[in-house]
């Protein structure tokens, strides 16, 4: 008696433990479609349009409320309808079919739950299944948002960005749209009965007609224009009403075999009537130009001749089939595979050695392998719902020069697995696409409603099942379910197939699968807590947020604008590895500049200011390979154009990063410095006649690094150091220095004297860097004004630096560019146009330009210009008098690169003096020895 309480017991609390999970899933879509309605109405352009959209939305409410499964079939039924008005321009900017099922689910929960008080419990095992898929969803999304910070997550997942997308942004649509589909069949098993089939047949003959009048308007009136590069014989591609051609050949595939059950056990009429819709679903078909479709529609179709025919006849009618497909690959030499025309689909289609050539394919191979590689790297959470369309390039073979950043350089690789079962187990783990697998092979096996079917009933089971299937193999190939409106017809027919017998659910059928499900839903929850930290952990599987998309400007370059806070993650390929980070004159021309602060791995490496609109070049250094580096970049105050009025972007922008670019393992001369100096302090005798041994001497940012040369090595080096803060009396400054090897020296400076340093050859141990760390920088134009606006750590005074310490291999004068015009004085001047410099010859190594540059007339306003050498671009502003900017480029390999100035803004503004123009004094390229 006691063993069977304890059953009792422990069936009672874990029939309450799947109750409270139930409940949870349910409650989080919630949230989500309550997400979805505040960013509709957050779209609307007027306060007028969000009351009229307010008042539609509760009228649909109250319709929902009182008759859910009216509306359930209605909301199918009209699929195609929505789906065509979206594709020929209507309702744009509207998710109709997200919004439509989120104002049914917003108003059907409560009352289901709260005022009618009936269970969510499921009644059949693939119900289970379907909210074990819809959980595993949701806590892919909980894992993706969970390193996001809270002040930066609240108002990305309530507020849509108008322009740019994010991220959290793809994430939550992917999400929404699965979860649409897996809670539309998980409603029609609550509210539905087994007279869902008689409906479906309803709703099948709807979309057939729709399907019909779409394809006639783009046939006749060519709308949506049809793409002409698909077929070039004719413009008649018919896609109307879906968006591509393999969503729509899958649906059509799954049609004919609803229509084509109809073609036997029906009366004289109606089969004639089935027979030429399936004429007319396979005409489409064919024309929709999908060969994946056509592949799915010839293998299903020899299952159901199968079936249907008997056996000998059905073997003959596919042996005559295989031995036709043996002859044309024999004798096929000679066809047609010209690219575009209809003949040539076909022949692809029909040769076996057209898919070794096929660009399709090929062009998909690397996209399966990066989907292979992501569910390897994390095959019990995945990479994350709706992240591999951005992930998958890190698990490309690519150049080891390339970073995270160069994946905008493959546009190629930068698309979604185009096999949905390998994004499934890619984006969501190998349970997953586990259970998506299972609830097809409950609903192909389900069986018929009724005890004992009519021929018809049978007929029409065996066609969804057979269509389904022809649906499902078009997966392999293509992915329609990442759309919102193929969920709903995916999810409409597994509900369809699979829904029992009578309208009123039994709760105690949930019982006997309570236990199981408790089971695997823990080793679920065991498992992606584990694969958690693991998944983070990894060294390529890449995290980001605060950043925008990537944007290709006219010049061919990449960039990409951060957020006020960004982090992002990519694994070196080199130990020397740097970017360019631009500043735009909206949020950089106050007297303080922009501050920016670097974080590599949470610690502050790099402190600065910009001005202007400025750009500086940042050059690190990582002893260690193949891990994840996290850069982490916060900006004093962000610019919104839209809220200037200057365009209708209305993203809040902080700074523009460049690609992130890997150096060899060396590197020549040294970085991170700015120009050499000449030393002209007249005071203390001491330190001036010591600098007088060295000449010149150079400040350093918060970080820089030299070559140690083999001299070196045998000599050691011997250099002088010296600190200007102006609150050095309060704060001290501490220089470290290091090799590539161990740490060697810290230095406290608590006063501006030259401090001399020795480093022995023994301390170098045969290093190649030598590295120098400033825990602070000083900024003289913040503290005294002026015009030097550089960021500025300690003055490095070294022996070596004797004589020529760089190499000038280019100076421009009137007769080596163009596009320039020369003053009497000797200068140049870029009018509204551009100066270009012919080819000049690079070897390897790290150059500075040298440039020295003013406006006329000279009380104009500062002008934007910008510096392009090779892919390489910087800008910074001119001012109205004559400055000196230095600009460091690391040239990868020998190579002769044409160098070209040209203004962003040379046009004159209002209230400014016309022809104003750039006039430049000097320029000179030089590389360090």
């Not at 806590?139 to 849509?160: A, V």
Request: charged share 15%; with cysteine.
């Amino acid at each position: 008696m006691n063993q069977l309480n304890i059953r009792r017991y422990n069936f009672n609390v874990s029939l309450m433990m799947i109750t409270l999970i139930r409940y949870i899933i349910f409650i989080a879509f919630y949230v989500l479609c309550l997400r979805t309605i505040a960013v509709t109405l957050q779209r609307a352009p007027d306060p007028g349009k969000v009351y009229l959209l307010a008042a539609l939305f509760t009228v649909l409410g109250a319709v929902a409320w009182r008759h859910t499964s009216g509306y359930l079939y209605w909301l199918v039924a009209l699929v195609p309808a929505i789906s065509g008005f979206l594709l020929i321009g209507g309702l744009r900017d509207l998710d109709v079919l997200q919004n439509l099922f989120a104002v049914l689910y917003l108003f059907w929960l409560p009352r289901r739950v709260l005022f009618e008080r009936r269970s969510l419990t499921s009644g059949t095992q693939i119900e289970d299944l379907i909210d074990l898929l819809s959980g595993i969803v949701l806590l892919s999304l909980f894992i993706s948002f969970w390193n996001y910070p809270l002040d930066y997550l609240w108002p990305e997942f309530w507020y849509e960005p108008m322009i740019g997308s994010t991220q959290i942004l793809r994430t939550l649509m992917d999400a929404y749209t699965l979860l649409l589909g897996l809670f539309l069949s998980r409603l029609l098993f609550l509210e539905a009965d087994s007279r869902i089939t008689d409906f479906s047949k309803g709703v099948f003959l709807i979309h057939f007609l729709i399907i019909i009048i779409f394809s006639l308007v783009q046939l006749i009136f060519d709308v949506p224009g049809a793409e002409a590069w698909e077929l070039r014989l004719s413009r008649y591609n018919i896609i109307s009403p879906f968006e591509d051609k393999n969503s729509s050949a899958s649906y059509l595939s799954f049609l004919i075999f609803v229509f084509l059950a109809g073609s036997f056990r029906t009366t004289s009429f109606r089969r004639w009537i089935n027979r030429g819709a399936v004429f007319i679903l396979i005409l489409l078909i064919i024309l929709a130009l999908s060969r994946a479709a056509w592949l799915a529609l010839l293998i299903t179709g020899a299952v159901y001749c199968g079936y249907y025919f008997p056996k000998r006849l059905t073997v003959l009618i596919l042996s005559l089939g295989l031995a036709g497909a043996i002859l044309i690959n024999l004798h096929g030499a000679g066809a047609n595979r010209g690219p575009g025309s209809l003949k040539s689909l076909f022949t692809s289609a029909l040769y076996v050695t057209g898919y070794t050539s096929d660009g399709n394919l090929r062009y998909r191979f690397p996209l399966w392998i990066s989907a292979l590689r992501m569910t390897y790297a994390a095959p019990l959470v995945g990479c994350g719902i709706g992240t591999f369309s951005e992930n998958s390039p890190w698990f490309q073979d690519r150049p080891a020069t390339t970073s995270y950043a160069n994946i905008s350089e493959y546009p190629a690789f930068r698309q979604n697995a185009h096999n949905y079962f390998l994004q499934l187990s890619a984006e969501l783990g190998l349970p997953g696409l586990a259970v998506f697998l299972a609830i097809i092979w409950y609903a192909l096996r389900s069986k018929s409603p009724t005890q004992e079917p009519d021929q018809e009933s049978k007929f029409y089971r065996l066609g969804l099942k057979c269509g389904l299937a022809a649906y499902v193999l078009t997966f392999i190939t293509g992915h329609p379910l990442l759309l919102d409106n193929q969920q709903v017809l995916f999810w409409f027919i597994i509900a369809t197939l699979a829904i029992p017998e009578g309208s009123i659910r039994k709760v105690e059928n949930s019982g006997r699968v309570s236990q199981p499900a408790l089971i695997v839903v823990i080793i679920l929850s065991v498992g992606f807590a584990l694969g958690y930290g693991y998944r983070f952990s990894h060294p390529v599987i890449p995290h980001e947020f605060g950043l925008y998309s990537w944007e290709k400007h006219p010049n061919g370059s990449y960039t990409r604008w951060t957020m006020k806070k960004s982090d992002f993650t990519f694994v070196p390929k080199s130990h020397f590895w740097g970017f360019t980070v631009s500043s735009n004159q909206l949020n950089s021309n106050g007297p303080a500049g922009l501050a920016l602060n670097i974080l590599l791995n949470g610690q502050l490496r790099d402190s600065v200011h910009l001005f202007n609109g400025e750009s500086k070049f940042f050059l690190y250094y990582t002893p260690y390979l193949d891990r994840r580096i996290k850069i982490s970049t916060e900006v004093s105050e962000t610019f919104n154009q839209k809220r200037l009025g200057l365009s209708l972007d209305n993203r809040d922008l902080g700074v523009s990063l460049s690609p992130i670019t890997f150096f060899p393992l060396t590197i020549n001369g040294s970085a991170g410095f700015y120009g050499w100096e000449t030393w002209a302090e007249p005071t203390r005798k001491e330190y001036h006649d010591k600098l007088a041994n060295y000449l010149n001497f150079r400040w350093s940012g918060k970080r820089a690094m030299m070559a140690i040369s083999p001299a070196q090595h045998r000599s050691g080096i011997s250099l002088s150091m010296m600190v200007a803060h102006p609150d050095l009396n309060e704060r001290p400054v501490v220089v470290s220095m290091k090799t590539e090897k161990k740490p060697l020296i810290d230095l406290t400076f608590h006063d501006n004297c030259w401090k001399d340093i020795t480093i022995s050859p023994a301390d170098l141990d045969r290093a190649e860097i030598l590295m120098v760390d400033v825990d602070r920088t000083w900024n003289p134009s913040i503290s005294y004004g002026g015009k030097d606006t550089r960021d500025l750590g300690v003055a490095v005074a070294q022996e070596e630096t004797v004589g020529a310490k760089q190499k000038i291999i280019f100076q421009v004068n009137e007769n080596n560019v163009m596009g320039a015009t020369r003053r009497a004085d000797g200068s140049l001047i870029i009018d509204k146009g551009t100066l270009f410099a012919k080819n000049i010859a690079f070897t390897k190594g790290l150059y500075h330009i040298s440039l020295e540059a003013g406006l006329n007339p000279a009380k104009s306003a500062d002008m934007l210009l910008k510096v392009q050498l090779g892919d390489a671009v910087s800008q910074f502003s001119v001012k109205s008098d004559f400055t000196v900017t230095t600009i460091p480029i690391y040239v990868m390999q020998a190579a002769d690169l044409p160098l070209i100035l040209y203004s962003a803004d040379s046009e004159a503004k209002p209230g400014e003096a016309a022809g104003r123009y750039v006039v430049i004094k000097s320029l000179t390229i030089s590389k360090e020895l």
